[in-house]
């Protein structure tokens, strides 16, 4: 696979070494700054950049018809609009909060546990997340889809960030050097709290769940999710 990296960071640069090492080629790094690229030689992009700039790398990849995988957090409120883009270009798209399989599980242990406390008036339910200092946007990406998660499933209606309000699910962001990402879900009561947790030891599993995202789309046609790709639940 010829794959263009939109985004050279963290991200980018592990991607890279996971892509070679699965024989693939990186055929194009854009990072800050090179508004002016050529991507249309590439089989696939893969962006994870900043939330800015993640709408228009989108945009340039469906309108040169490369599928295009979405890594980039911070940018959801055009997700609708990317996806109507997708459909009209005859595209193929996928954006994905977490790549990483064992968060993808996560997320669906997220919903077992949401259906099984529904009637449990006496749990509130809460979610801290801990990342990096560098990190742009708050909450987190994976955050937001656990608490999308619980309200498909329960009586909350919204979440909300650092502060506490009726039918809102609160969440905690915390800011520490070096730290991949960690993802705690409370269900407390007055006698005890249920605690589900997934931590991050590095980031290959976002860099392999993306690469693996990548190999699945090519001759795909569609916006999917990480859910069509692994297959799961
Ligand atoms: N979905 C997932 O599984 C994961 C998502 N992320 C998200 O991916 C994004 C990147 O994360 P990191 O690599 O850790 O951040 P980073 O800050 O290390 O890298 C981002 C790179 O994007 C570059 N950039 C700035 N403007 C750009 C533009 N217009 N076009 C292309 N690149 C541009 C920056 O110069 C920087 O090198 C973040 O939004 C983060 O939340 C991170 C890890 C996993
Ligand atoms: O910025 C990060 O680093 C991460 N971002 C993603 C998110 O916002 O959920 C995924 C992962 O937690 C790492």
Redesign the pocket.
């Known amino acids: 696979m010829q794959i263009a990296l ?9 991607i890279e070494k996971l892509a070679i090492e699965r024989g693939h080629q990186i055929i194009l790094t ?6 002016d690229f050529d991507i249309s030689k590439a089989d696939v992009a893969i ?8 709408v ?2 989108i945009i340039t990849c469906l309108r040169n018809n490369v599928p295009v995988i ?6 959801l409120e055009h997700y609708d609009e990317m996806v109507d883009l997708c459909n009209q270009k005859d595209g193929a798209f996928i ?6 399989l064992g ?1 993808n599980i996560f997320f669906e242990l997220n919903t077992q546990l949401a259906k099984m406390m529904k009637q449990l008036s006496q749990y509130n339910v809460s979610m801290e997340e801990i ?2 200092t ?4 708050a909450p ?3 955050a937001i889809s656990l608490a999308e998660g619980i309200i498909e499933n329960s009586n909350y209606t919204d979440w909300v960030l650092d502060a506490e309000e009726d039918e809102k699910i609160p969440i905690k962001a915390v800011r520490t050097p070096d730290v ?2 960690t993802h705690t879900v409370s269900y407390t009561s007055h006698v005890d709290t249920i605690d589900i947790k997934h931590t ?1 030891h590095n ?1 290959q ?3 392999l ?2 690469i693996i995202a990548a190999e699945w789309i090519i001759g795909k046609k569609g916006v999917f999710s990480m859910k069509d790709v692994l297959n799961i639940a």
Do not use: C, E
């Open positions: 939109l985004g050279y960071g963290k991200m980018g640069k592990t854009v990072d800050k700054g090179q508004n962006d994870f950049s900043i939330p800015d700039a993640a228009n790398n979405s890594g980039t957090t911070g940018w954006y994905a909060s977490n790549f990483s968060v990342h990096h560098q990190k742009l946007d987190s990406g994976t991949p990402g991050a980031r599993g976002f860099a769940g993306a």
